[in-house]
């Protein structure tokens, strides 16, 4: 596709649910991201990965939430035993190989909106 | 903590004049600002970044000001336009995270 791909659009867990969130990002893309947008802030980085391996999972809020990227394309960010708190959009991101610090802008996706009730 | 913020939360432009975004950091070490807009329902979409050895750089309608003195940066958007209707986040970014500020949310009036 041309873009980054989430599915799905909308989630509605019941407390103590398991989800799973997916996330195809642009063909090519090494550089995935995921952040947590809370009603009316800012995007809140999650973690990081570099083709298949997460460089970075220091925004993961607790033990329950996961992320993985196997074959280094798409992701599935996983939240075990889901709580009202983790109600949110979660947002995947991705960018293109570049030279070496990851500075090149970021290609977000329209998020997936969970609702924890 | 947030290291980068918004003055104001929201702001009121009549179509057709210009608006100024702003937005503070605190990181004196900061050297990649990027601003972004978000529509409703959509993810943040990139408009312009700057680095910090510049203090001005043009896009197409937009302008990003750099002031490293006060650690101020600001959007102007010219000629405002209802598809500008949307949330403004400047984001500092560090080695590859993105720190965002909360948003500024852009309304233009007819």
């Known amino acids: 596709g041309a873009g980054v791909s989430q599915s799905p659009r909308y989630k509605v867990a019941k407390r103590g649910q398991d989800v799973a969130l997916r996330c195809d990002p642009i063909s090519g893309h090494v550089s995935l991201f995921w952040y947590q947008q809370a009603l009316g802030q800012g995007p809140e980085f999650l973690t990081y990965f570099q083709n298949e391996a997460q460089l970075d999972k220091s925004g993961l809020p607790s033990d329950r939430f996961f992320a993985e990227r196997p074959e280094g394309s798409v992701s599935t960010l996983k939240i075990q035993r889901t709580q009202q708190e983790d109600s949110a959009v979660y947002l995947c991101?991705?960018?293109?190989?570049?030279?070496?610090?990851?500075?090149?802008?970021?290609?977000f996706g329209s998020g997936t909106q969970l609702s924890v009730l | 903590g947030e290291s980068v913020g918004l003055h104001l939360p929201t702001l009121s432009v009549q179509e057709g004049d210009n608006s100024i975004i702003n937005c503070a950091y605190s990181?004196?070490?900061?050297?990649?600002f990027i601003w972004y807009k978000q529509e409703s329902g959509k993810g943040p979409q990139f408009i312009i970044d700057i680095r910090s050895n510049m203090d001005k750089r043009q896009g197409q309608r937009v302008t990003v000001l750099l002031n490293k003195t006060v650690k101020h940066l600001s959007l102007q958007i010219a000629a405002t336009q209802p598809g500008d209707s949307a949330v403004y986040f400047c984001?500092?970014?560090?080695?590859?995270?993105?720190?965002f500020g909360a948003g500024t949310t852009v309304t233009v009036r007819a």
């Open positions: 984001a500092e970014n560090g080695n590859y995270k993105l720190s």
């Open positions: 990181n004196s070490a900061s050297d990649y």
């Open positions: 991101a991705s960018s293109p190989p570049g030279q070496g610090k990851v500075r090149e802008k970021l290609f």
